[in-house]
């Protein structure tokens, strides 16, 4: 890539891109002071003086969309209009694996090559499609019922997914042909066919029209939101601790607690909905999103009034284009209906929600990182503190929330704290969400009360394929269970009492037949490419855990197989003691749990 922009000028399709996003080209002012006005503008001149530089990651989205590619002219272009150096632009266009910096075919297919497609035959198609520059192998595109799964990026057009895709279906999309949804009523919810009547979080999905208000409404959707607002926001948070809900995205931090310090700050504050659900194996947010997108609108702004936010973030990963099309349409739709923006249902109150898209970076799932992200830098951890309650996104005070957390509230709102914490346990409350893949008969989103033991769930998701090995739970930053733990309730305390997490919700289990040195080898890679490269710890123990690995699984140790089991344990403990976030603190669970478990090379 040459890096002196100043002599690389873009085409009109990029600037017109561009343009497009910032408002019209400069006409004469300077591009930073043009942009600054539009966003004055477009957020009536009293947000928090943020500056221009958070538009920076959907400038140069805009311009991939455009072209295929992030030129250099378009590289300079978007620093000139944002005043941003051009190697700030450069260093965050090249932090995301959906932006290219190189220039690539218009239309390019990334094949998943994680953990449960591997399993279910993208390897398969993988070779299938060997030697085309327009095909490249993908960590988990959220797509796991769906194996396997692609997501294809098409210049001037949506990105489109795949799913249980053939060479066949890949080379005609890729060659022009405009993809077909086989399965458009398909959310990944197969417990919709039981009926509505059994669930709570999941009624509609698969059962209404997504880009339907009236179908929402006439289904009891915004009956919260209207009694929300006459509940005021202090008795609304009293109501969500006497629900006893913990979060959903794997922290599992008290909700009230968590709004409560956010309150206590000051004035201004901010809230984020985290949708970049990008552990392997994790994909009911996004079931959620493409089949119910009003539950989370009407949520956002039901938390929004709680804490007093006028303006809420939507970080959806850029891998889901069905699911950010439906939440768009349902932004749209709500604000046009005086369910959001202005004086919203007459209350006085006003909220408005701004989608962003990830760029395909699995950090950007850890809070800060996400922040940054949407503030236009790399998506790299902060240190901690300040926490996000204190100073989160551009600075303030920030309540942020994943997907499934959030449409809980309008259950805690209609139905009262107390009822909502009546199911459960006494320390994991009320629904939980839970996303089967693996070798299960029917991978999905299955809803369930806190306690279902395992083994309900695989019987829930239509049982295991063959006689199961190993379970993963919680995602690659989980850890493999036995069978012998199949009886074990789904709760945050039964599962730590047994040294393992509930993580992200995945359940994913495998049969005997099962490579497991293959899975761990991927799991390690995976970690390797993954790590922002912030912090030693992380940076160079994930390469370092995958290099003992491979030579432990290959029978030929460096110097001796017990050194090299040793060796892992003490990269293990070193990334969880030294990392700055998560990715380091866990990226050993699954490959020390395999080994526990005997599962790797034979070894016990």
């Not at 198609?125 to 796991?144: F, K, M, T, Y």
């Not at 599992?252 to 990008?278: H, I, S, T, Y």
Request: some cysteine; aromatic content about 6%; charged content about 20%.
């Amino acid at each position: 890539m040459d890096l002196h922009f100043t002599s690389a000028f873009p085409s009109t399709p990029e600037r017109v891109a561009v343009d497009r996003l910032l408002g019209g080209p400069p006409s004469g002012w300077t591009g930073g002071a043009r942009a600054a006005a539009d966003y004055h503008v477009a957020l009536g001149g009293h947000h928090h003086a943020v500056g221009v530089r958070h538009r920076l990651l959907p400038a140069l989205q805009a311009v991939q969309s455009a072209i295929g590619w992030v030129s250099p002219g378009a590289l300079n272009y978007v620093a000139e209009r944002l005043s941003v150096p051009p190697a700030d632009v450069y260093a965050v266009a090249s932090f995301y694996a959906l932006l290219a910096t190189e220039q690539q075919s218009l239309r390019m297919a990334h094949v998943c090559e994680d953990v449960s497609c591997r399993t279910r035959g993208s390897l398969r198609l993988l070779e299938s499609l060997a030697g085309r520059d327009d095909v490249v192998p993908s960590p988990c595109l959220g797509q796991c019922d769906r194996s396997p799964a692609v997501l294809v990026q098409r210049a001037g057009e949506y990105d489109a997914s795949l799913w249980n895709a053939t060479a066949e279906d890949v080379a005609e999309v890729l060659e022009g042909a405009t993809p077909i949804d086989p399965e458009p009523g398909h959310y990944g919810v197969p417990q919709s066919e039981l009926g509505s009547d059994r669930l709570r979080l999941l009624r509609r999905v698969g059962t209404i029209d997504p880009y339907s208000l009236d179908e929402y409404r006439a289904t009891g959707g915004y009956a919260a939101l209207t009694k929300a607002l006459t509940m005021g926001p202090e008795e609304l948070i009293e109501e969500v601790k006497r629900a006893g809900i913990r979060g959903r995205g794997g922290a599992a931090f008290p909700v009230g607690a968590k709004w409560e310090a956010v309150v206590g700050q000051g004035p201004d504050r901010m809230l984020v909905c985290n949708a970049d659900e990008a552990e392997p194996g994790t994909f009911k947010d996004r079931g959620v999103m493409e089949g119910d997108p009003f539950s989370l609108v009407e949520a956002m702004t039901i938390a929004g009034y709680a804490i007093g936010a006028g303006r809420g973030f939507l970080y959806i990963r850029g891998e889901y284009p069905r699911a950010a099309r439906h939440v768009a349409s349902a932004l749209r739709t709500a604000t046009e209906s005086g369910l959001l923006g202005d004086n919203v249902l007459g209350s006085g109150f006003s909220f408005d929600i701004e989608i962003r898209m990830g760029g395909g970076a699995y950090i950007c799932g850890e809070e800060t990182a996400l922040f940054n992200s949407i503030e236009g830098f790399r998506g790299e951890p902060r240190q901690k503190p300040p926490y996000p309650a204190e100073a989160g996104l551009f600075g303030l005070p920030t309540a942020i929330n994943n997907v499934e957390t959030l449409i809980n509230l309008p259950l805690i709102v209609l139905e009262g704290g107390a009822a909502y914490a009546s199911r459960g346990t006494a320390a994991s409350t009320g629904i939980k969400l839970f996303c089967l893949s693996g070798d299960v008969a029917r991978p999905g989103v299955y809803e369930v009360d806190f306690g279902t033991t395992l083994r309900q769930l695989i019987d829930l998701a239509g049982g295991p394929l063959e006689e199961i090995a190993a379970i993963l739970l919680g995602g690659v930053s989980g850890s493999f269970v036995g069978p012998d733990l199949l009886d074990l309730p789904l709760t945050f305390e039964d599962t730590h009492a047994v040294g393992v997490s509930l993580g992200t919700a995945v359940v994913m289990p495998f049969g005997v037949s099962t490579d497991f040195d293959d899975l761990a080898l991927r799991i390690a890679a995976f970690f390797r490419d993954e790590s922002c490269g912030q912090c030693v710890p992380c940076r160079v123990g994930t390469v370092r855990q995958e290099e003992a690995l491979h030579r432990l699984i290959g029978g030929v140790p460096l110097n001796g197989a017990s050194s090299d089991l040793g060796l892992l344990a003490e990269i293990d403990e070193a990334m969880r003691m030294g990392s700055i976030c998560g990715l380091g603190h866990t990226a050993g669970n699954a490959i020390r749990s395999a080994i526990a478990l005997g599962l790797i090379g034979g070894r016990p």
